[in-house]
């Protein structure tokens, strides 16, 4: 699962779909990556490129996460 490192060593999950002109998805508390995927799905098919990040203190690791 890709992530991305920060600074001080926190990992932040991220999903990148599709191709084309970006679209950020981001949220607040406590939703993750995943609750977007009903929408980054629609977009992707539409020929958008689709991000969404999990929140910097989302509490699972990367290896726990459900698929």
Not at 5 to 23: A, C, H, L, R, V
Not at 30 to 57: C, E, N
């Amino acid at each position: 699962m890709p992530t991305i490192m920060t600074k001080d060593g926190t990992e932040i999950y991220y999903k990148d779909w599709g191709s084309g002109q970006p679209i950020v998805f981001s949220h607040g508390w406590p939703l993750s990556a995943d609750d977007w995927d009903t929408q980054m799905m629609f977009f992707a098919k539409q020929g958008y490129r689709v991000i969404a990040h999990d929140p910097r203190t989302w509490p699972f690791h990367p290896d726990e996460r459900r698929t």
